[in-house]
């Protein structure tokens, strides 16, 4: 009997990104999305009645809807899983999606310049924390997934020699950033007399990459799993406000777009919350918010294998971290960049210009409804008590202090490098 391969997370949405990206490109296999009004947005039942509330919007909508639960399934198949979390869940986590595109098509809000990521991530956040996400929704929660499936997409609409360009700078603002930023807040968790397990968890969340990163130090360390889930929790609730009121501050402070894309690549810790907060400030800054947090993703394998080093030196604890090597760098590389270079080159130097641009309306539409579905996911998985469950909150005010001294110092390089240097 042939034994069933398992791809990890990163692989699942390489391969289900490329297969939607062909199958708009080389076929005309896929669905035309709902429609919610005109540009202007919706304003009153006029309007509902008869371009939204229609016939064919409805087989619109329920068409997506078998299309992306489709590949949805196929995911959880490709990771090992037999899918069937995702047969009552995903309908009800689509519906959302949609009732946040609805909202965020109406005129008054297109009118505030709030994008549907902000209402998807709301209504997540409000059944959650008001009502309580159910067990049965929650086994069917598949953030991290969606969004690097979007990730993927996002390609696309990015030249590579852009990322090229950004990338180069990218790298040297990660650099300066992910050192100054971890060895600031490994500092302050100690002087708070936080323990090293929580303290390299805290200071690689906040300094790298949020999650991936506090997922990979705890691995390279053989950590705690009760502590590392609250770190995951404090990067995802940390990042709620920052996505929403960083690109405001940037307007407000009159940043130029790729200042303030690589500010928020370079302090938002979650790459989904980089997407939506990109998405929030406008398409330059979503690109390059995107090309530096992509920046900062490739460190990762670096920094566990550095963390391990240092761990296995260190020699504490019962548990015996994981031998550094080579393979750790690549396991702990993520692999959707891959994916999202890959679509950069083929759209770049492959397809021809005037194929690439009718694709690429379709699939940034594809793209932007991974995302809705992300940050739905990331609301119904979000509790804001618990930021005050573990002693006392003094994790949580040394995440905080490091994000702040993050915010400050990436500011500040990212303005160097890219409102002088790039602008130059």
Partial sequence: MIKKYRFNEDWASVIVGLILILAIVATSFFPELPKFGPKAGWTGWTVLSTEIFTTGNSLRVLMTFLYFFFFAIVGSWLMGRRGKELLPAFPVIFAMSMVAQFIATSGSMKNLGLETVIFSLLIGLFVSNVIGTPKWLKEGIQSEFYIKIGLVMLGATILFSEIMRAGFYGVIQAVVVVVAVWYFAFWVAKKMKIDAELSMMLASAVSICGVSAAIATAGAIKGDSKKLSYVISLVLIVAIPMMIFMPLLAKWMGLPDEVTGAWLGGTIDTTGAVVAGGTIAGDIALKFSTIIKFSQNVLLGVAAF???????????????????????????????????????????????????????????????????????????????????????????????????????????????????????
């Fill in 306 to 424: 550095l963390i391990s080093i240092y761990w296995s030196y260190r020699n504490t604890g019962s548990e015996v971290a994981e031998k550094p090597s080579l393979k750790m760098i690549w396991d702990r590389f993520p692999k959707f960049v891959l994916g999202f270079i890959v679509t950069s080159l083929i759209f770049s130097f492959i397809i021809d210009g005037e194929t690439a641009v009718a694709a690429g309306k379709t699939i940034k539409s594809y793209q932007s409804l991974w995302f809705n579905l992300a940050f739905v996911c990331i609301g119904l998985e979000t509790r804001f008590k618990d930021l005050i469950t573990m002693d006392h909150g003094r994790p949580a005010y040394a995440f905080l202090i490091a994000q702040a001294f993050n915010i400050v110092l990436t500011l500040i390089v990212a303005y160097v490098l890219f409102g002088i240097l790039w602008q130059g």
